[in-house]
């Protein structure tokens, strides 16, 4: 089978569940097929409505990117798209979509409409072409895509390497969403088996987190919007973690002030990108700190804990003679035991962690390298990139260019 027949082959497979459209666009976004025998609007129509996709789909173009792009528009509407490539030539563009992932306030489209001062005509056609959008939960949409890319490329994905971008307009949505999910059948176990990798700082978290989200979409309960969707999830997904990492060894200080940490950042998200941006910064984070608590066995109790006391306090400027009081020794005799249980001097172990953390940072947000700078008391910026290229090779911006998550 051509592309072109897998396409048309899915689209009927589609069609058994969802009115879910699937439509083929040339690489200047201008509409080149439509599936036969399907009671959609015009191509014309259909080209203005794909316009307002334009931008998001050109970045990702610009980047290279070949993954299926999943796209959360500021009406609550979800777009799949896929990219057809030959050797470096892009080819097609194949849209699926539009649907949402709950229902829909029509009170927002009106006030949408009402901006545009639209004819009673026109209005009626809006209304119409909104009513036939299906609502489909997430974690299925995230399925099609990765059927959609098969289907375009012959390459097998999973729903981790789907690229979420932020939504096309920049306008919050205040959509009042019922979700709608399907009974969560094989979760606990999936659920089980991510726990236990958490437990042990197993970096395999991913694929157990993989396994889960084809299972279930989240909690069931009524929220605004997608977003607020996504952060309510996260949210539940940080808590987890955080149990998790205090059984793995954290101390629950540390855990607990995380919590607070990530929860603060994952409800500043101002985009589906940023909030799944957050969760992958976490749960590394809580990772990374299970595998450095099981590698610090040999270490005595009290230097443990001042570890752990620099962790909880990373953002602020620690000196040895605060830490020495705190641990209860002499500053000579506590720099010295550091020293010798640790491997590396109290002051290179807190750039250290003020390093490590600003990856997470420049990995997972976009605060500027300025302002990570102040964030962790760097003092400068200057001084801030010169540590972090000295530690890792990479300039601030040339590590965020490589391992940008959003």
């Known amino acids: 089978m051509n592309i072109r027949e897998k396409l048309d082959f899915f689209r009927e497979l589609i069609q058994c569940s969802h009115n879910l459209p699937l439509h083929s666009y040339k690489p200047e976004l201008l509409l080149t097929a439509s599936g036969t025998g399907q009671d959609t609007a015009s191509a014309d129509d259909d080209a203005m409505f794909f316009l307002s996709l334009g931008e998001p789909i050109r970045k990702h173009i610009e980047k290279k990117i070949r993954e299926p792009l999943f796209i959360d528009d500021y009406l609550g509407l979800i777009w799949i798209v896929a990219f057809e490539y030959k050797e470096n030539a892009l080819q097609g563009i194949h849209a699926l979509g539009p649907a949402y992932s709950g229902r829909n306030s029509y009170q927002n489209i009106k006030k949408e409409l009402d901006r545009h001062n639209l004819s009673i005509r026109s209005r009626i056609k809006v209304f119409r072409l909104f009513d036939q959008i299906p609502i489909i939960p997430t974690n299925q949409l995230y399925q099609y895509a990765v059927m959609l890319h098969y289907c375009v490329t012959g390459t097998r994905i999973e729903t981790k390497d789907i690229r979420l971008t932020e939504k096309a307009s920049q306008k919050p949505s205040s959509s009042e969403i019922n ?51 996504a952060k309510s999830t996260s949210i539940v997904l940080l808590t987890l973690c955080s149990r998790a990492a205090i059984e793995g060894g954290v101390n629950p ?48 109790g009290q230097i443990k ?18 830490l020495a009081r705190q641990a209860g020794y002499t500053e000579y005799y506590f720099s010295h035991k550091f020293k010798n249980e640790v491997g590396c001097s109290v002051a290179d172990y807190i750039k250290h962690e003020k390093i490590q953390q600003a990856k997470l940072l420049l990995s997972g947000t976009k605060m500027s390298i300025q302002e990570i700078s102040e964030e962790l008391s760097f003092g400068s910026r200057s001084y801030f990139s010169s540590s972090f290229q000295k530690e890792t090779g990479l300039s601030p911006s040339e590590y965020r260019e490589r391992n940008i998550k959003i």
């Open 305 to 322: 804990s001042i570890c752990d006391f620099i962790s909880i306090h990373i953002k602020e400027k620690l000196s040895i003679s605060q």
């Open 253 to 300: 200080s540390v855990a607990y002030t995380l919590n607070d940490y990530y929860m603060q950042m994952i409800e500043d998200c101002q985009s589906l990108a940023e909030a799944t941006a957050a969760c992958h910064t976490l749960l590394d984070d809580y990772v990374q700190r299970v595998q450095q608590v099981k590698a610090e066995n040999s270490i005595s």
């Open 179 to 229: 979700l709608i999910t399907e009974e969560h059948r094989g979760v606990w176990m999936a659920e089980q088996e991510f726990m236990n990798m958490l437990r042990e700082g197993n970096p395999n978290y991913i694929d157990a987190i993989a396994r889960s989200h084809s299972l279930s979409d989240g909690p069931r309960f009524d929220v605004g919007n997608s977003l607020r969707r």
